[in-house]
T-cell receptor, first 110, second 114 residues
């Protein structure tokens, strides 16, 4: 079983709509949880970094939340734009290693 | 223009040939990493280096080799022993090892072996 699971695998929404991506994890303890955006054929770019004691972090239209009790994180995108089309990757720093989720592929339609 | 660069962006090789992927950073970061990305899977760690002249195997090191002769450079060689080398390869760096510091990724190299 993957230690970091993301859902949905893919998502299509209309431009201007909001969406929420999920990340469930079993890694415990962990130092920080990150969300990355990866455009097709490019390297990932960091959106947010949260320590285990934080429960929300925003970066413009992106807001990440963390619930340590349920071991869930979500990434909320507000007023989506065509440029938001990308893969979004949840990453945890565990006790001794960095663990990547397989990502959610988000497509924004005009 | 500071950052981390990888070259080439696309690379094609015949089966049985070794190939070296370049990774350079001018961020003065101590730690550098190589990852492999396959469709539908999370990034998997091939090798990492915490300091010059030192490197450690990651989760999938078989069939790969690296060197770290300079702080700025961490080339990856995909050898003929790697059974399934076709993939997207990402290099990353961070200020210090251990993962507590943000990782910065290069643009990637897509390797196709036929």
């Amino acid at each position: 079983k993957n230690q970091v699971e993301q859902s949905p695998q893919s998502l299509i929404i209309l431009e201007g709509k909001n969406c929420t991506l999920q990340c469930n994890y079993t890694v415990s303890p962990f130092s920080n949880l990150r969300w990355y955006k990866q455009d097709t054929g490019r390297g990932p770019v960091s959106l947010t970094i949260m320590t285990f004691s934080e429960n929300t972090k925003s970066n413009g239209r992106y807001t990440a939340t963390l619930d340590a009790d349920t071991k869930q994180s979500s990434l909320h995108i507000t007023a989506s734009q065509l440029s938001d089309s990308a893969s979004y990757i949840c990453v945890l720093l565990g006790a001794s290693k960095i663990i990547f989720g397989s990502g959610t592929r988000l497509s924004i339609r005009p | 223009d500071g950052g981390i660069t990888q070259s080439p962006k696309y690379l094609f090789r015949k089966e049985g040939q070794n190939v070296t992927l370049s990774c350079e950073q001018n961020l003065n970061h101590d730690a550098m990493y190589w990852y492999r990305q396959d469709p539908g899977q999370g990034l998997r760690l091939i090798y990492y280096s915490q300091i010059v002249n030192d490197f450690q195997k990651g989760d999938i090191a078989e069939g790969y080799s690296v060197s770290r002769e300079k702080k700025e450079s961490f080339p990856l060689t995909v050898t003929s022993a790697q059974k399934n080398p076709t993939a997207f390869y990402l290099c990353a760096s961070s200020l210090n090892p251990g993962g507590r510091y943000e990782q910065y990724f290069g643009p990637g190299t897509r390797l196709t072996v036929t």
